[in-house]
């Protein structure tokens, strides 16, 4: 059974760069497989798909966050990463990493969640 | 991008009721759709895939249907345990993968 874990500071300040690791269980990120997403939630709100990356490091962006996102993968560890630079209060939501299939990109595991607030 | 608009927000509904949830795609996305249903606290869950197909281990009574931009979740007894938010995510074209706003579906 694969399982996905979120990690990472549950407060940034604003202007700083929020940081986050999913590290997965289970099953090999390396796989070839499968692609490894974050996606977020803010507070009563719909879900909002950040980026994804593939093992051998390929990515996908989504536009409206691209310029201020990076998502990496560390296949030794099987951990994939988020970093979001200049973060400001609309940035405070739960963060989930999800995994989608190469075939279909619909999300059939999802970590449980972090909440990171983007506080002074 | 792909804008998907679910209806209604919210539902209404007694347990035993049949619900039908609705998501419409503002330009056609094939068979390409996925829903999800979330709890308070919780991850979503995936429900349905390719617009019908059951994901593992979902229960009979959850059914999808439609393609092209109009597409239906339908629940044909509604349990307990299925008072929750539902999701639609359509992902034929990308980037963006895209979600609905959510149907709450919460006890009358």
């Known amino acids: 059974q694969v399982q996905l874990q979120e990690s990472g500071p549950g407060l940034v300040k604003p202007s700083q760069t929020l940081s986050l690791t999913c590290t997965v269980s289970g099953g090999s990120i390396s796989s070839g497989a499968y692609y490894w997403s974050w996606i977020r939630q803010h507070p009563g709100e719909g879900l909002e798909w950040i980026a994804y990356i593939y093992y051998s490091g390929g990515t996908y962006y989504n536009p409206s966050l691209e310029s201020r996102v990076t998502i990496s993968v560390d296949t030794s560890e099987n951990q994939f990463s988020l970093k979001l630079s200049s973060v400001t209060a609309a940035d405070t939501a739960v963060y989930y990493c999800?995994?989608?299939?190469?075939?279909?990109?619909?999300?059939?595991?999802w970590g449980q969640g972090t909440l990171v607030t983007v506080s002074s | 991008e792909i804008v998907m608009t679910q209806s209604p927000a919210t539902l209404s509904v007694s347990p035993g009721e049949r619900v039908t949830l609705s998501c419409r795609a503002s330009?056609?996305?094939?068979?390409?759709l996925a829903w999800y249903q979330q709890k308070p606290g919780q991850a979503p869950r995936l429900l349905i895939y390719g617009a019908s197909t059951r994901a593992t281990g979902i229960p009979a009574r959850f059914s999808g249907s439609g393609s092209g931009t109009e597409f239906t979740l339908t629940i044909s007894s509604l349990q307990s345990e299925d008072f929750a938010l539902y999701y639609c995510?359509?992902?034929?074209?990308?980037?963006?993968?895209?979600f609905g706003g959510g149907t709450k579906v919460e006890i009358k």
């Open positions: 995510q359509q992902y034929n074209n990308w980037p963006p993968l895209t």
């Open positions: 999800a995994r989608s299939s190469i075939g279909a990109r619909y999300f059939d595991y």
């Open positions: 330009h056609s996305v094939s068979s390409s």
